[in-house]
């Protein structure tokens, strides 16, 4: 008798508790998916931004090449003017240094750590700002008191073309042995008989075949500075005469000990080899 109502009671009682733990489970799957869903939407707006960094950095890192090579033109600019040593006008000069953000540091996968390179270089790099503005400032009084001497100096490229051999330590194309490299090879895209330019006003002290150099020519600038010219095809200009830059002095040739149509382009300071490149501004 009790049996017959007794198993339709435990028998409800199962299915009210199987009720609410359906429900439970079922509220307990919805929250978790709602946090799923709001744990991606974070977690893509946090690489959105981590992204967003990333760019940033990148285009600081763009700003720090492009300021190195206006430091660049400026110190070459000095050394146009003859600006190398310290003066005292220089006092208030920061010298905050090179760059913070570059190819080491641009990790998507360490933000602080990128965020502090960041600021670091805009810090850096707002300092050097102040102090390029100043240093031009300096260059720019030294050229208009220094004009002649500016005009004088060696400052564009005689021919442009391609660099075939470097300024220093080079394997010698003939006897393969390691030696020094006075100066620079040019090919330009048009080979043998491109025109060679002055690259600043001077005098030519030599014109005519000087052994391994070929036909060459030497001019003789201002402020102890002379460029030398080699393996020459012919010369528009003579011993003692004057030129200008730009003028056309020589066309490119392949005399002497040479291996090909290309321009060997010295620049000497009191007779010692310097990198031409420093007195390049074009």
């Known amino acids: 008798m009790y049996v017959r109502f007794i198993l339709p009671f435990l028998f409800l009682v199962v299915l009210i508790g199987l009720g609410v733990n359906f429900g439970l489970l079922l509220d307990t799957y919805l929250a978790s998916t709602e946090l799923q869903t709001r744990y991606q939407a974070l977690e893509h707006h946090r690489l959105e931004q981590r992204l967003d960094i990333l760019f940033e950095a990148r285009r600081l890192s763009g700003l720090q090449q492009d300021f190195d090579r206006i430091d660049d033109f400026c110190n070459k600019l000095m050394v146009m003017t003859n600006m190398e040593g310290p003066r005292p006008d220089w006092d208030d000069f920061t010298g905050s240094g ?8 641009l990790s998507p996968y360490d933000t602080r750590t990128l965020i502090r390179n960041m600021q670091g270089a805009v810090a850096a790099l707002n300092r050097d700002v102040l102090d390029s503005e100043v240093l031009q400032q300096l260059i720019l009084k030294q050229v208009r008191e220094n004009k002649q001497l500016l005009d004088s100096t060696p400052s564009v490229w005689p021919v442009k073309g391609r660099i075939t051999s470097a300024f220093g330590m080079r394997q010698h194309p003939f ?12 090919v330009p895209p048009g080979g043998r008989g491109t025109p060679i330019h002055a690259p600043a006003n001077g005098v030519v002290v030599f014109a005519g075949r000087d052994g391994g150099y ?9 402020n102890n500075i002379t460029t030398r010219y080699g393996h020459l095809k012919g010369m528009t200009v003579k011993r003692g005469q004057k030129v200008r830059r730009d003028d056309v002095i020589a066309y490119v040739g392949n005399t002497g000990r040479s291996t090909g149509p290309h321009l060997h382009y010295e620049v000497l300071v009191a007779g010692k080899p310097q990198n031409p490149r420093k007195f390049i501004l074009n």
């Open 98 to 105: 090179g760059p913070l953000i570059n190819s080491a540091t």
């Open 175 to 186: 006897d393969r042995t390691y030696k020094f490299h006075r100066g620079l090879d040019i």
């Open 214 to 222: 070929g036909l060459s020519l030497l001019i003789r600038h201002k």
